[in-house]
T-cell receptor, first 109, second 111 residues
Framework: RKEVEQDPGPFNVPEGATVAFNCTYSNSASQSFFWYRQDCRKEPKLLMSVYSSGNEDGRFTAQLNRASQYISLLIRDSKLSDSATYLC??????????FGQGTTLQVKP | GAGVSQSPSNKVTEKGKDVELRCDPISGHTALYWYRQSLGQGLEFLIYFQGNSAPDKSGLPSDRFSAERTGGSVSTLTIQRTQQEDSAVYLCATGGRDTQYFGPGTRLTVL
């Protein structure tokens, strides 16, 4: 079993749609969680951290469920510019971050 | 500069040659990571440096791969006797425990 698992997609949605991605992790001792975004042929960049209480940044909402060991990212009112690969990232307290394979989102006009 | 820089941005080499990739981290960042990403694939962890501690080399795919970090700053990743399956984008990242800042990567093509 992979340490961090994501549905690779692609998720094809129309502009304005709401889309949600989930991610599961295997190490219950993991302490911190993140979503990174990677545009085509570019490097990954931090999108947002994920807090136990859930957190929101504009159209983006991240949730953590420690009991079920999954993390979610919700994007409301999708824009064309949201098209990218979204990487779920977990810090299992081993000194390095563990990256999921990524979920590809394509927003269509 | 303000961000992580890597050089060269592109490298084309012949099978069997050695290559050296360079990473200049953000000043003051003690942690430095190397990853590689093949086309359409996720990030594959290679090696991790943290301060003066022994590096975590657990992700290096073979003994043809090695990396150094001199003076806690610049890092070089060396691939000896390159093979076609080494073709990928090699990404360097620096940062703290929770946040990593990536460089633009070096796209390596082995012919």
């Amino acid at each position: 079993r992979k340490e961090v698992e994501q549905d690779p997609g692609p998720f094809n949605v129309p502009e304005g749609a709401t889309v949600a991605f989930n991610c599961t992790y295997s190490n219950s001792a993991s302490q911190s969680f993140f979503w990174y975004r990677q545009d085509c042929r570019k490097e990954p960049k931090l999108l947002m951290s994920v807090y136990s209480s859930g957190n929101e940044d504009g159209r983006f909402t991240a949730q953590l469920n420690r009991a079920s060991q999954y993390i979610s990212l919700l994007i409301r009112d999708s824009k064309l510019s949201d098209s990218a690969t979204y990487l779920c990232v977990v810090n299992p307290n081993t000194g390095k971050l563990i990256f999921g394979q990524g979920t590809t989102l394509q927003v269509k006009p | 500069g303000a961000g992580v820089s890597q050089s060269p941005s592109n490298k084309v080499t012949e099978k069997g040659k050695d290559v050296e990739l360079r990473c200049d981290p953000i000043s003051g960042h003690t942690a430095l990571y190397w990853y590689r990403q093949s086309l359409g694939q996720g990030l594959e962890f290679l090696i991790y440096f943290q301060g003066n501690s022994a590096p975590d080399k657990s992700g290096l795919p073979s003994d043809r791969f090695s990396a150094e970090r001199t003076g806690g700053s610049v890092s070089t990743l060396t691939i000896q006797r390159t093979q076609q399956e080494d073709s990928a984008v090699y990404l360097c990242a620096t940062g703290g425990r929770d946040t990593q800042y990536f460089g633009p990567g070096t796209r390596l093509t082995v012919l």
